[in-house]
């Protein structure tokens, strides 16, 4: 099966410090992967670079077979790259709804005639628009808080409201950067349930994650990141017994 | 509460102590012995806090109607008040009568009411204008006089080069000529974050006013004024005044139309994302640089526009149009009313353009502060200060920030 998202030997560095090197990161289509490492991994420097914040330094990113490398962040989006953001960044001062609607940006005509003369054709669009909107405010479980403001939403909300968001752009690949940070295991079981219902939706998943029992429980593969190098990458599994990765995240054991 | 009073008093202090020589003291200069020896001023002094007596006023007001809210419990009073107001302007009647009723006041006034509502007008053209960039878009803009005086100038020099030109036939022209130089001046600096584009605008502001001094054609400090072949013809039935009004309210209408509509559509709500978050927004596909760019230029062609009603109403233009103090002012009312909101915008421009013409003519305020004029900006700049400490959204929060009242979906 070919990949969607392909990148080869992926490099980025801050003045000395080599956030991510050499990274060989392969998604396939309706797969969902995780990026697990100890803190100051390169994760997020990493989806930085996938999602055209950072211009990687060395090596390329592929995605659909074509090369997006260094391409600006909305041209990237425009490919079908969608993101979250690990310290939330929803649009404070908008709804819930509007925050969702300026995700179909990149399917909407921004020919300002027809928003002047309010011509049929654009209402329509506007309105299947929103009805859009309500929907995947709805998949996500936020229906009820369509007309509140980002800001004033709980921040398990706060999070799902940003997967709405990124859903609005028609993404082939999420990128979710933590997105069960912060939350109780109950919180964290629903957002494994709506992770699964997203793979539903025919969209591959790169996530990272920091609860182990969320990563384990949903991916179909792993890898794991330490010092900006890729330890190991393959299922669940081999990477729970993989003695580096014991070794660097969960620290050596010790037979006391 | 202790340490308030006394920051508040060191303040009071420092500034007496930084503005002694200037205030208290004079140079007695001797030229024939060729001695300065140092002398109190005390009239001087007197005189400036005198004068201030209206800025101290303002701000106790403010301050009390603060305090009124607190105290009574009043959740958004303003807001309330207009909500009335809201209701009934929701109504798909309510734009045409409104404006039926604004075009009927022609006949129930004279020309000096006439005059402050031309004026007015044209005010409130530039704050709906300006507010789309530092509103809407979140981008500072300072040096927005010099679109305004860009516009008028368009016209000025036009008709001189092509007599006979009328002011309809050169509006279109003048409304893209000021969207394509916001699009220049914007275009360097919004590649970048931050606020580059207002000292980038304020360098320009105050370059194309010495520009404008110093050129022969723009007829240096003396200005240029119109031929009469492209003075405003009197509309049938109604004076020069009269259709003045009628010309500049049309123009009120359509402008805010405009501006309402885009800021409802698509791209209204991609500038609010960009104002509030620019990293999020160009995540979620969001060209910024061309967005930004947008805003600011259709901002700029309403300045030119409101230049060009500004040259038609006074049949003349000087450099004194592009000056700092105008755009200032124009700022000053954007935030008065609050960012981000149009009827903000209208209101902010109507209270501070009205209150000072109608106190200087005021007796009561002359025999208090006789120089009250020279203290205008100052009266701005405390009530600017007095906003950003107690209401910093400004008299109308906007508009998407009334939606989030909504009882049956707080969360419970």
Known sequence: MSSLLETEDLGK??????????????????????????????????????????????????????????????????????????????????????????????????????????????????????????????????????????????????????????????????????????????????????????????????LIEHHMKVVMRISDRVMVLDHGETIAFGTPNEVRNDPKVINAYLGKESNN | MVARIRSFALGVLGLLVISFPFLWLKLDYNFAGGTVKIAPNLQNGFDFFRNLIPVFIIVLVFALLNWIKKAAHLERPLNRCFSAIARISAQPWFRPVLLFLVLDGVFFMNDKYLGLAIMMGIYMIQAVGLNITVGMTGLLVIGYAAFYAFGAYAFAVAQIKIPGLLWWEAAPFIFVAGGLLGWFIGLPCLRLRGDYLAIVTLGFAESFRELMRNLNITGGDKGIGLSPASQLTPLPYLTLQQSKYVLVTLFVFGVVFIVRRIYRSPIGRTWVAIREDETAAAAMGIPVVRMKLFAFALSAAFAAIAGLLYVMHVGFIDPAAGAFEQSVMVLAMVILGGLGSIEGALLGSAVLFLVPEFLRDSDFLLAISPNFSDYRLLIFGSIMVVMMLIRPQGLLGSRRRQLEINPESQPS
């Open chain 1, 13 to 206: 560095s801050f003045g000395g410090l080599k956030a991510v090197q050499s990274v060989n990161l392969s998604v396939r289509p309706n797969e969902i992967v995780s990026i697990i490492g100890p803190n100051g991994a390169g994760k997020t420097t990493l989806f930085n670079c996938l999602s055209g914040i950072y211009k990687p330094e060395q090596g390329k990113i592929v995605f659909q077979r074509q090369n997006i490398t260094g391409q600006s962040s909305f041209r990237v989006c425009r490919r079908g790259i969608a993101r979250t953001f690990q310290n939330i960044r929803l649009f404070a001062e908008m709804t819930a709804v509007d925050n969702v609607l300026v995700g179909q940006f990149r399917h909407r005509s921004m020919n300002p005639f027809p928003m002047l003369l309010r011509t049929s054709g654009y209402q329509e669009t506007e309105n299947a628009g929103k009805q859009e909107a309500h929907e995947l405010l709805e998949f996500v479980g936020l229906s009820k808080h369509a007309n509140i403001w980002a800001r004033n939403l709980p921040y398990g909300l706060q999070r799902r409201l940003e997967i709405a968001r990124a859903l609005a752009t028609r993404p082939r690949l999420l990128l979710l950067d933590e997105p069960a940070a912060g939350m109780n295991p109950r919180e964290a079981d629903d957002m494994v349930d709506l992770i699964g219902r997203l793979r539903g939706r025919g969209l591959a998943i790169l």
